[in-house]
């Protein structure tokens, strides 16, 4: 769809057909267009291939069209240049992925309200927190907590998922330093004061936190950009340069840890079971892999809903590089392949699980 000012009619909507082999010529078919943005293209096409299409003024313009290439009924906006905001990909520090403004569901703009509500007035816990942290932190560091807040409901896990991290953030978890003076002691050490600042560093739960560390090493970085206070490194998500984990697989495996570790831990108060360290592993390999599990299967629908359209582009190259710590995700068919490496680990906690053989079948 094109825009050009006619002699006779002033400015007109059309559509150009490029040469095909049999007539070598650039037709343009005059489009007649209501107010709501539909078009009804008119018989009788103009020959112009004589035109020079890139002139500015004599040529002809690019249209904004509403809604993605795949709807049936994509409005006309107007000229591009005198249209905005344009549909296009937009992208929102709230949201996690990329979106089309005529695709701004509901469901998003109440992730994005959500978002912005988090983001003023920092919560009380901040202060609460820095009384309990101070002495443990670098001197000069200040904790990025704008940073930390906004990271809130990341790419690869559900709401659901980051709950309890959240939870603790809050300083909201059930912890038996509520209680009174005589059943404040750890359920698991046994050995210390069960507070939310205890949890992190608990030795019970050390061989979980190894785990997670491996983990992150196998996404492909360093030990040594590993926090090595696990209050910092699990609770805040902060690197040992004091930063905000970026990579969303990085904060994903950080936050499970306390999805996978109070859970046992609410099981073992409630039910009286054991707080079984080999368990707890396994089943956060298996959360881990769920997580990744759902991120391939709503890439493999979008790609779908996709593939019988006249869209050139499946998936926004930006995906790629989202989930490269995991493993190479093909724009064109939307499968993500899992990297050896984690594969092996996840197999090793007898939690993998193949998405992708079904179709090589
Ligand atoms: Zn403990």
């Known amino acids: 769809m094109v825009y050009f000012t006619s002699d006779v009619d002033g400015d ?10 049999h007539t ?3 037709k343009l078919y005059e489009l007649r267009t209501d107010n709501s943005g539909f078009a009804v293209p008119l018989p009788d096409p103009h020959d112009i291939t004589d035109w020079d299409l890139d002139d500015p003024i004599d040529g002809i313009d690019k249209v904004s069209m509403w809604g993605s290439v795949a709807k049936h009924f994509r409005p006309i906006m107007g000229p591009m240049h005198t249209t905005y905001p344009q549909d296009g990909w937009w992208t929102s520090t709230l949201l996690p992925d990329p979106f089309l403004l005529s695709e701004l569901s509901i469901k998003r703009m109440t992730l994005m309200f959500q978002a912005l509500k988090r983001l003023p007035a920092p919560p009380n816990c901040e202060a609460a927190w820095m009384d309990r942290i101070a002495s443990m932190l ?14 809130v409901g990341s790419l690869l896990l559900s709401p659901k998922a980051e709950y309890t991290w959240f939870r603790w953030l809050h300083r909201g978890l059930y912890v038996r ?13 046994k050995a210390r004061l069960e507070s939310q600042k205890h949890l992190p560093f608990c030795t019970t739960t050390r061989p979980i936190r190894e785990l997670v560390n491996r983990i992150i090493e196998t996404l492909g970085y360093d030990s040594s950009l590993i926090n090595t206070n696990p209050l910092l490194s699990l ?3 902060l690197d040992s340069n004091m930063e905000v984990w970026q990579d969303p697989a990085v904060l994903a495996i950080l936050r499970l840890y306390w999805r996978v570790v109070y859970k046992h831990m609410t099981r073992l108060e409630v039910e009286g079971t ?3 360290t080999p368990a707890v592993c396994k089943d956060l390999c298996r959360e881990f892999m769920s997580c990744i599990l759902a991120y391939q299967s709503e890439r493999r629908t979008f790609y779908l809903t996709r593939k019988y359209t006249s869209r050139p582009e499946i998936l926004p190259i930006s995906a790629v590089s989202k989930v490269a710590s995991i493993g190479e995700l093909d724009v064109h068919t939307g499968t993500l392949h899992i990297k050896p490496t984690l594969v092996n680990l996840l197999k090793e906690y007898d939690s993998y699980t193949d998405f992708n053989w079904a179709e090589s079948e």
């Open 235 to 237: 609770g805040l998500n």
């Open 12 to 21: 007109t909507y059309a559509i150009l057909r490029a040469p095909d082999a």
């Open 24 to 26: 070598h010529v650039n």
């Open 177 to 189: 330093s509520k209680q009174e003076a005589a059943t404040r002691v750890c359920r698991l050490c």
């Open 274 to 276: 054991h707080f079984y």
């Open 138 to 151: 670098p001197v000069d560091i200040d904790i990025p907590w704008a940073i930390i807040w906004r990271s």
